[in-house]
């Protein structure tokens, strides 16, 4: 994305927030997402208007910590509350004052216009009411509901850019694997018989808490590749893919998924993909991904090998479950068998840490009694 609508406010200011509340909406090419405040204090003002269209990176609004810390502003590469301390809502970001006249400063204030964002043409680069009150006219004539064109058209756009450039900088290499999935299947029919209907659970969340382990497993495919360099992630968040209604995907996190039981992870498929194929999401959400596994056995897919969504570094992908030929003891016989891939940054990990992933998948789901 490169820039949001700023659809409502969920405070005001005065409010004390905290850390993962909801304090606003806003509108992508992907629906509808929550944004949540990511440091706690109290709301001093807020920036935007709705019906605003914010650039990424754009100031939203400034909350106040403790007493007796100084405002803190947003610096985050995504439109957010604050973030970073600053000494003083007038210095630009590098530090140095702004020339600005009282009544100018007034007015910025009621239009809520960041200070930073405007460029004085009085003399000696002073900013004035002229300058606060085109910079008010040019917001207002770029903010255009995102709702005014074909939602699946831009989100194919987003998503052919994000994939485009993925494919062009990222250096993919790409590994597949057989696993007999007798011993899951077994386990889970055992499970399920003694539980209701409604509280059974489906192979896809066994296979994707297998997949968390086996990231926790090989951590250096659970992160990002940024800055010339890998970053572990904090958690394996895993995303998982979505497909939307009329077209389209999203692959919103499940966090910390090899620590959640497998009734949790039901849970969260319950709640989440619903959410998700009707644009209403969370934005940690679609930002803490880890890693991304995408499933199309529901399709018929036997195989799939992804397209990494930067700056992650993996993409796990599971087909369909079929009866296969499989060599045991000896014996030909028919057993369930599920194809995992694996496409992975090659700057990050190689083939052979790519393939002790695969491995630990399969041993996971050899044991599923301890998922």
Not at 21 to 32: I, N, R, S
Not at 244 to 249: A, I, Q
Request: aromatic content about 4%; some cysteine; overall charge negative.
């Amino acid at each position: 994305m490169t820039a949001a609508t700023l659809v409502s406010w969920k405070i005001r200011p005065g409010d004390v927030v905290s850390r993962g509340q909801v304090v606003a909406e806003v509108e992508t090419d992907k629906g509808v997402i929550d944004v949540e405040c990511f440091n706690e204090g109290t709301v001093e003002r807020l920036m935007s208007e709705p019906g605003q269209k914010l650039p990424v990176g754009a100031l939203m609004a400034v909350i106040r910590g403790s007493v007796d810390d100084e405002p803190s502003m947003s610096a985050a590469p995504r439109p957010n509350v604050a973030a970073n301390t600053i000494s003083e809502p007038s210095a630009t970001t590098s530090g140095a004052r702004l020339k600005i006249t009282p009544a100018a400063r007034k007015r910025a204030g009621e239009l809520g216009i960041a200070l930073e964002q405007l460029h004085g043409s009085e003399s000696d680069g002073v900013i004035g009411l002229t300058d606060v009150e085109g910079a008010a006219a040019a917001a207002t004539t770029s903010t255009s509901p995102l709702r005014s064109e074909d939602g699946c058209d831009r989100m194919r756009r987003a998503i052919a850019a994000a994939m485009s450039k993925s494919k062009r900088e990222v250096p993919h290499y790409y590994l597949a694997t057989k696993i007999d999935m007798s011993r899951a299947l077994a386990w889970l029919e055992s499970e399920n018989l003694n539980r209701p209907l409604a509280d059974r659970i489906l192979p896809a969340v066994l296979t994707l808490k297998a997949v968390a382990l086996s990231l926790h497993d090989i951590p250096e495919l659970n992160g990002f590749w940024i800055d010339s360099k890998f970053r572990s992630g904090d958690g394996v968040h895993v995303g998982l893919a979505v497909a939307m209604k009329g077209g389209g995907l999203v692959a919103p996190a499940i966090h910390d998924a090899d620590h959640k039981s497998l009734d949790e992870i039901m849970s969260l498929f319950h709640d989440l993909i619903p959410r998700a194929r009707s644009g209403r999401l969370r934005s940690s959400e679609l930002t803490d991904a880890t890693a991304t596994l995408t499933n199309l056995g529901d399709l018929g897919v036997e195989t799939v090998f992804g397209v990494i969504y930067p700056p992650q570094v993996a993409l796990i992908g599971l087909g369909k479950i079929t009866q296969q030929p499989w060599v045991a003891d000896d014996n030909i016989c028919a057993r369930p068998v599920l194809t995992a891939t694996l496409s992975a940054d090659h700057r990050a990990t190689d083939g052979r840490r790519g393939g002790q992933f695969l491995d630990a998948l399969n041993r996971r789901l050899q044991t599923p009694e301890k998922l």
